[in-house]
């Protein structure tokens, strides 16, 4: 096999990695769901399945593009080959799955507390309805 300088990065499909545990992703926002005390983490995990559609739908299309992009780098492709690969690419039309269309920002997720003399705590910005609060 030809290619190799992103360890094939072309099959990201054939690993195991998240895409493969779509069953078990299943099964873990099922069993959080169930739980009375688990309803943000069943939400986020259903959001870690939205965005594993959506980037698959990304990657499946830059196959042809990682696939000639890697073989130039390896000597295996002319130049030509990779370029004209890469000015035919065109992105695929998704749309961001409901309610990530913004990333978070992470500077207002959190906030520092003062627990001690010098000691502080990184805590949610917003108390969840489980506490009260500082």
């Not at 559609?53 to 492709?77: F, K």
Request: aromatic share 8%; charged share 30%; hydrophobic share 35%.
């Amino acid at each position: 096999m030809s290619g190799g300088s992103y360890d094939y990065l072309c099959f990201w499909d054939t690993g195991i990695g998240l895409t493969e545990r779509r069953h078990q992703l299943q099964r873990m926002a099922e069993r959080l769901e169930a739980l009375p005390y688990a309803a943000e983490a069943a939400v986020q995990t259903r959001r870690v399945m939205r965005l594993l559609d959506a980037a698959e739908a990304v990657a499946t299309s830059l196959h042809d593009v990682w696939h000639d992009v890697e073989w130039r780098d390896s000597g295996d492709y002319g130049e030509e080959t990779m370029a004209k690969t890469l000015r035919e690419y065109q992105a695929p039309d998704i749309e961001a799955p409901e309610g990530d269309a913004q990333p978070p920002n992470p500077a207002t997720l959190y906030r520092l507390v003062e627990v001690g003399r010098g000691v502080y705590e990184l805590r949610a910005a917003r108390p969840s309805p489980l506490t009260l609060g500082d």
